[in-house]
């Protein structure tokens, strides 16, 4: 039981893939976040057998993963119309967000790859694309033990540089340093999107970019991280130790030009976060509104009470309020990759994830007791939603940055 469904305008193909995405999400990634939201350590997330890797590997064998790879290198990009992309996205956040985001950063590195026309980049995008078993996975490592919201709101501050150190020597970056705890496919990736000081002089300024395979010697892995929400994604450190990386890894060895791009990804990076949060938020309304319509106390369902009715309306109110906005901006962004509104798409991410945690919360109070209990998945939804708020950068930090791009 949900409400009336009012997209519409999507073509026949882009239907077909929105079907597709939606029973991989219910049928597969749905059940094995709710399996591994229960274990208890981290480790058994990411086991040999665990069900972790039967989402990945369907991601993959469904070729879902290639949809930001451009044509020529094997990718769909472009295949599905933009409101169709959207609902996609979402669709990946309805049913499990900590996945839906394992998912995305994977993709997110090989992505980044096809972006450089350097052949070795361009043959791992390829590469990628060619993987159905998800042999190769990807994360995006930028959080440090002592920088956090630093890479967000003090990239002006000299005495804030990244700790993570590159020294060229000949054809070889030396790397030192550490990784936090908090990158997400942290212990699981084979290639990492990694953020390094080139320059320490010129602070967060002074940074470089390289996309490297994490098999080098001198890296290494924490242990996996435990945490309240988005329990099913994996998360811990990297760290490097005289880790000698070939010189082409270096993507962009000239800060200029990452300080140049710093909006293109905060306003990707963002985008995509709002969409999702806006997914969870809408299936947590959902599960409030099924319950309320069969739960009877006072004799009637508890919708016909006045205060259900108008919590649910005032949910569903935020929630549509929350996937406008964020498809209006994505959609936008989506045609202007190189000029995105970067104001549009953090004011998309705060509101959506605080959408999701208020009306996952306000779904437990409709639940009551059993809005407590693990047999029902608004408690996890709650954690997952709520964890959002700080993941990809803390809200508070991210709103005092995008007012500069007002
Ligand atoms: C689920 C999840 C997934 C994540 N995935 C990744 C990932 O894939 N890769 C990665 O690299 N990182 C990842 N992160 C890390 C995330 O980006 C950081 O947690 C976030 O940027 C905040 O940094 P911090 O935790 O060190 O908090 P801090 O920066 O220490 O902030 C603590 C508090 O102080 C406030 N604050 C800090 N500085 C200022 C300031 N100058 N002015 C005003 N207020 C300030 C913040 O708003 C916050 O309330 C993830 C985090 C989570 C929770």
Known sequence: MTPQNIDSNISKDSEAMLDLVTKFSMDIMRKAGIELDKMSKPEDVIASDSVLWDVHRKYQ???????????????????????????????FGYSDTGLAISLGVSAGTFHLASQFPHPDMQQLARD???????????????TEPDHGSDWVIAES????????????KGDEYILNGEKSAWVSNGTIATHATLHVSLDPSRGMQGQGLAIIPLNLPGISRGKPLDKMGQRPLNQGSIIFEDAVIPKKYMVVPIPDFMNATFGQGLADVNGGMAILFAGLARAAFDEAFRYAKERIQGGVPIFEHATIKHKLMKMFAMTEAARAGARRMAIYNLKNPVSPSVAHAVAAKCFSTETATFVASEAIQILGGYGLAKEYPVEKMFRDARTGMIEDGCNDALLIKAAEFL
């Open 128 to 142: 990628y694309c060619e993987d159905k078993e998800a042999k190769m996975i990807g994360c995006w490592a930028i």
């Open 157 to 168: 501050y000299p005495q804030c540089g990244p700790s993570v150190k590159a020294v060229l």
């Open 61 to 91: 064998e469904l070729g879902l993963h290639t949809a930001r790879i451009p044509k020529h290198l094997g990718g769909t990009a472009g295949e599905a119309d933009p409101l169709a992309s959207v609902l996609m996205i979402e669709q």
